[in-house]
């Protein structure tokens, strides 16, 4: 969320209590079950494993440890919204929602302890310990004093924060839980009387928006996890705290199971305009999160309708505003698949979490592609290599990073600097909500399958101890296609590889009991099984794949290899400046910055306007046994395309790239041009114009 949603008139919340959504015959209420003893929630296929089973490996490894020593692992010593938060007894938020170090939290949680990094658990520990130790008489979590103030949503974070923190450390298990009961207990009560906290009312403070009742689902994540695990004899109030959460969203207009249906939910639309829905919809983080809905309550009502809506919806978002790296095109909002639009870094890091979470309940391979689509190229590619700046806004189509020159009328909600790598652009939201990504991104990569077996389901380096087996996964993917696995386990048991969808038929595998490879090809499920038998033994499994075109409109597209979206090199000259404060008004504070914060300037030095011929692309690999470190930087991934290029007249419109044009202008001599992984190129060209092009030598250097 940006300083000017935050910054809507009140009233306007106030009028979205009385907005109605027409009725859809797909789109009823269905009753949920009221729980009893013996009342269950619907189990995942496959069934994550706790918080710190799972160990990164390799380039991931790397990763997740220089981002614990950047930006992530360092907000808490100086980061104002954080270590000066209201949340441990400070004074600054940048929102009256105080949702910035529930963000924090949230991911600092998962990056303490899959790192098991003492240093980090420190910090985590010490928010705990205060939170805890000042919850209220009365069983409110948070410095908030005054009904007028209290907002439920960011407890929705600190409840994901602390069972997660539950999960790895049970010695603090009972404390956490018997915080959550006093709270969930109040919140119950809070509810119950018109929605308090939840609906904002008149002379309330606490959101001028309504972002918790459209992110009100987010609570069901912990409390059903509270309700299977720690129930007390309290389950009759979880369950219908859960209930609450969903009748007051739908009370407010904005129960998602109305928005997810053909024919409502927005194929192209530009606001303002007239809609049959508020705008909290069209906002992409909000649509990120929104995913989670109908499954939420799935779970608790056991109504296949809604496992199947869930489907429509990614159905329904991958078909009109998915972008070519995974997340959502949205700026903040979505309007249509313009590869100049904008894509929040708080998106891609939300769509990582939903996909790998509605994975593990649906099944579906594509799903589990789709997080490491978003993983191995939106999310990277919207952080610098240090993990010391981000981006608010991603474009597909981004040639420069810098204050633009124009206002972006192109743009709904971002302003000028968008798109500039640094501490806090555009909006803090994403400074303290990225940690997340990476940290939740390990801890699905492996889970347990309905068999009692073990899958690897995210492929990328690390390892797992579970069910009496320990599994190492010494791997170079996304950037080789090779996996090999090492296993000891005290008893037989089943081990499955997921098989991405885009791998060939001639990807082979070979199991533990045999020397011979065999073939093997991705199903709708896409897990590969391997009999192991007790003690140890090795796996082996062998991608194969060819590069991929993508089209888009207007004789446009893109290129994949693997799990990776390709980009046209471009070379660039990087400066760095003092950080400019989020609304821009001013350059912050030496005291509100580190010397290793800054704003970081990106102009290119090399051409951006080119359009390639699909018809001639040639993988170029490196030997990848040992990847740099960091990875995700210019020129350090050892696999790279030719193409078959062109420079074209390609026009300027707000000071970004147009649209690329359908019958472009070609102004140069064809030549091989180098393409590298988005991930690792900040600024990039990937949403190409196609044209035919004469043979292209494409060994011949560029």
Known sequence: MSVSSIARAFTAAL???????????????????????????????????????????????????????????????????????????????????HESAPYWFNGLVPLAFGLDDARLRGQVT??????????????????????????????????????????????????????????????HSMLQNNFTGLLPKANDSFDGDGFGPARAHEMHIPLQ???ERYPRNNSQVIWETMELMIEGSTVFGVDWRNFWVPGVYPEVTYTPREQPYTWLFNHGVNMAEGLRFPLS????????????????????????????????????????????????????????????????????????????????????????????????VQQENQPWSRTLNEYPQMWQNVGVRGNVFGLEPNYPCCTVNHPQAYPKFLANSFVITEDGGIAHVLLSPGSVT???????????????????????????FTFYVRIPAWASSSSTAT?????????????????????????????????????????????????????????????????AIQPWSWDGGSVLNSSDTTPQTHDHIIEPTSPWNIAFDP????????????????????????????????????PLKFDTPEDPPSEPLVTGKPFSARFVPFGSAKVHMAHLPVVQLPEVDLDAST
């Open 225 to 227: 996890w509270l309700y």
């Open 466 to 492: 579970a069910k009496g087996a320990t599994i190492l996964a010494d791997t170079t993917y996304p950037f080789g296609m090779d996996l090999q696995y090492s296993i000891t386990t005290e008893t037989e």
């Open 615 to 650: 018809s001639q692309i040639k993988v170029v690999q490196a030997n990848a046994s040992t990847l740099p470190n960091p990875i995700w930087d210019y020129g350090a991934p050892p696999v790279e395309l030719r193409v078959a290029a062109v420079e074209i007249d390609w």
């Open 511 to 575: 199991g533990p009991s045999s020397d011979v490879s065999t073939q093997i090809s991705p199903t709708d499920q896409g897990l590969q099984a391997f009999t192991v038998p007790k003690g140890e033994s090795s796996v082996t499994v062998n991608l194969q794949a060819e590069p991929r075109v993508v089209t888009r409109a207007n004789n446009s597209a893109a290129v994949y290899y693997g799990a990776l979206l390709y980009t046209l090199a471009i070379d660039f000259n990087e400066s």
């Open 126 to 187: 010490a928010f705990v310990d205060y939170v805890l130790d000042h919850q209220q008489s009365d069983g409110w979590i948070g410095p908030e004093t005054t009904p007028e103030s209290r907002g439920l949503w960011a407890r929705c974070y600190i409840l994901l924060g602390l069972m997660q923190y539950a999960q790895a450390d049970p010695s603090q298990a009972d404390r956490i839980v018997d915080a959550m009961h006093r709270y969930v207990n109040l919140a």
């Open 15 to 97: 009028a979205l209590l009385c907005t109605t959504i027409p009725a859809h015959p797909q789109a009823l209420y269905p009753q949920t079950v009221k729980a009893r003893d013996d009342a269950k929630l619907v189990q995942p296929i496959y069934q994550s494993l706790p918080l710190g089973s799972i160990k990164p490996g390799g380039w991931l490894k790397d990763q997740i440890e220089t981002e614990a020593s950047g930006l992530a692992g360092n907000l808490f010593d100086f980061y104002r919204y954080v270590q000066d938060s209201m949340w441990i007894g400070g004074h600054t938020e940048y929102s009256p929602l």
């Open 297 to 392: 309550i799935y779970r608790m009502s056991h109504d296949e309708a809604l496992r199947t809506q869930t489907r429509t919806a990614l159905d329904l978002l991958s078909q009109w505003h998915k972008s070519l790296a995974g997340t959502i095109i949205g700026d903040e909002f979505v309007t249509d698949l313009n590869p100049s639009r904008g894509a929040e870094l708080c998106t891609s890091t939300e769509m990582m979490f939903s996909t790998a979470y509605i994975y593990q309940y649906l099944g579906d391979n594509d799903l589990a592609d789709w997080t490491e689509l978003t993983a191995f190229n939106a999310f990277p590619g919207q952080l610098s290599p240090d993990w010391w700046s981000h981006q608010y």
